[in-house]
Nanobody, 126 residues
Framework: QVQLVESGGGLVQPGGSLRLSCVAS????????LGWFRQAPGKEREGIAC????????NYADSVKGRFTISRDNALNTVYLQMNSLKPEDTGVYFC???????????????????WGDGTLVTVSA
């Protein structure tokens, strides 16, 4: 069973940057796509960035394209989300997720995935 632990959230001013990390543990991690989902206050959880097993393919929500970058280091079993040019509307709880042998497009479009972290809060405010 895959377990995920996020870190790196916090308070940042508009225009600032943050990097989130998620450490995965469990069997067969090389077969899992990994992703970041966001749940803003009063809204449903949405997929914002997903990355393939080897890290060669990524999918982004339109709202974060050009500002966020997802990457993974399989040697460290870690997935990252570099967030630049942050906006107040980026505020929310960010969840790491894992999906067994699923395309990044399908993963980011779904919330029925194999594993979830507990989330880390990102607040963008002056």
């Amino acid at each position: 069973q895959v377990q995920l632990v996020e870190s790196g959230g916090g308070l940042v001013q508009p225009g600032g940057s943050l990097r989130l990390s998620c450490v995965a543990s469990g069997p067969n991690l090389d077969y899992y796509s990994l992703g970041w989902f966001r749940q803003a206050p009063g809204k449903e959880r949405e997929g914002i960035a997903c990355i393939s097993t080897a890290g060669g393919v990524a999918n982004y929500a339109d709202s974060v394209k050009g500002r966020f970058t997802i990457s993974r280091d399989n040697a460290l079993n870690t997935v990252y989300l570099q967030m630049n040019s942050l906006k107040p509307e980026d505020t929310g709880v960010y969840f790491c997720a894992a999906a067994y042998i699923l395309s990044v497009q399908a993963m980011c479009a779904s919330t029925s995935l194999d594993a979830w972290g507990d989330g880390t809060l990102v607040t963008v405010s002056a």
